[in-house]
């Protein structure tokens, strides 16, 4: 089901939004908000289940972090 509402936009988020149609990256204003929102879930939810296993565990030690960081190459 698709419910069809009215939102406002800063000017500059709408102007990038419609670039990203305009780029193809897009297929349409709406699919870019739809999908937009639906990463932003993603994320929400990545981060809720990353607070609970830290609750658990205890959370990743500095040395843990050292490691992570060389592993990835930013240190």
């Known amino acids: 089901m698709t419910t ?8 500059d988020v709408l102007a990038s939004a419609r670039q990203a149609v305009a780029d193809g990256r897009a297929s349409s204003l709406s699919g870019y908000i ?12 990545l981060a809720e289940l990353l607070a609970e ?12 972090r050292r490691w992570a960081r060389q592993a990835l190459g930013l240190d």
Request: glycine share 6%.
């Open 53 to 64: 296993m830290a609750a658990e565990t205890g959370g990743p030690s500095d040395e843990d």
């Open 34 to 45: 739809s999908s937009t929102l639906a990463d932003r879930q993603d994320y929400e939810d």
């Open 4 to 11: 069809k509402v009215a939102i406002s936009l800063p000017d």
